[in-house]
């Protein structure tokens, strides 16, 4: 059959009122809803918020309506670090997103403008297609855009620069910015016949207007600050006149730069083993790629689990779209029957990857994990959302999610085997910016 016939339409719905269960269904997910519906209560009663390996609770970001899930994570990695330096409770103190969403979106734009500048054979009908320029600038980012961020401009205290409306709400700012971005990528095409030097003066003042444009809707940076607070002896503390990058250096005694993306992506075009990096995925230009290395899933969970025993979190990437309870906090790969309602073979990982219908969407961080027989049977994963929602910020994930929708675990080299880091020194595939990773 190759044309939908009006006439088989009628034979269809004449075999499906033939069967009288599918009239309940009909009528229930009209009621309240595919979810309600499809929701596996013996899944529901197996969830248990108890961990043999856990990291001890500390305060819970809220991105709000936000994309800086990235930025979280990578706070969230460092703030216990940072606050016992600062021998302050880690339930009280917070580090500012705000600050280093500010220096993201001035970073991105940038390495914008020196993409454009330095193709000397820019072709514009051939580079729209590319992802970098149709996406301008954007708000999700990755561990090594944190990294980057952070080595280059420091950190500072949430009160120094809170978050603000646009920040906690950024979707209008994203869009005004990214469209004065690609205002100024036409002015530099049209002076593409000039000197790369008159070039890169054009960009410093575009750098100048998109300073304005963020310190106007978030705030102006601090290049130097006070900060008083006390430490948990009682004792008043004020640090005068320090830098972000300063403060940093003192109080974040972390080396990110040990700690590396491992990920599972068995997709029809990749291969386990090996290193791969995202072509023109950068905020800071030429310090910031995105690399990876493709491990089966199982290595994934035992580095993870290694990394946890020395009382660190992993930051997480995943697909969190699918099969979760969001009220709740609840992740399990069978939550909804589906299958069983609808009568349909769901996708297999690799199916899901390589047809574009699961994707690396939220960071979050692993703070716990549960072991029966030296096997990980749940994870207790926190999110940015505030503690007033899912299991007062957490969620509980089933071994079986981890499976299906968990991508990357950032791990530190140290519990790297030697044929594991060797992978590092390989030649890097690179893969286009809009894959699902």
Known sequence: MKHIEYSFLKKIDEEYQQDKTNKIIENAIKNVGIQKVCLNHDVMNTFYDIFNIELPKSKIYNQVESQRCWIHAGVNLIKNNVAKNLNVDPNEYALSINYLAFLDKLEKANALYNQVIEKDDFNFDQEIHESYLKMGV??????????????????????????????????????????????????????????????????????KENYHILAKCLG???????????????????????????????????????????????????EYYKLYRKKYNENIFDHSYVEWINMPVHILKDLAIKQLKDGVPVCVGMEVRKMRERQMGIMDAKLYNYQEVFGFEPL??????????????????????????????????????????????????????????????????????????????????????????
């Open 138 to 207: 954007y708000e999700e980012g990755y561990y090594s855009f944190f990294k980057a961020l952070v080595k280059k401009y420091g950190i500072v205290p949430e009160s120094v620069m809170p978050d603000v409306e646009s920040s906690k709400r950024s979707e209008e700012l994203t869009k005004i910015f990214r469209e004065k971005v690609k205002k100024d990528v036409f002015k530099l095409l049209k002076e593409k016949k000039q000197s790369k030097e008159k070039l890169y003066e054009l960009k410093a003042n575009m750098v």
């Open 220 to 270: 102006e940076l601090p290049f130097t600050f006070d900060y008083e607070y006390k430490d948990r002896s009682g004792k008043c503390i004020k640090l005068s006149q320090i830098t972000p990058l300063e403060f940093s250096r003192q109080y974040l005694t972390m080396d990110l730069d040990n700690f590396i993306s491992v990920v599972h992506l068995p997709m029809y075009n990749k």
């Open 348 to 437: 297999t990982k690799e199916e899901a990857l390589s047809m574009y219908e699961i994707r690396y969407q939220h960071c979050m961080l692993i703070t716990g994990v549960h072991l029966e027989q030296d096997k990980p049977v749940r994870w207790k994963i926190e999110d940015s959302y505030g503690d007033d929602i899912h299991k007062n910020g957490y969620y509980i994930m089933n071994d079986n999610y981890f499976d299906e929708f968990v991508f990357e675990v950032l791990i530190d080299q140290k519990y790297l085997s030697t044929e594991q880091l060797e992978i590092l020194k390989q030649e890097p595939i690179l893969v286009d910016m809009d894959e699902p990773f």
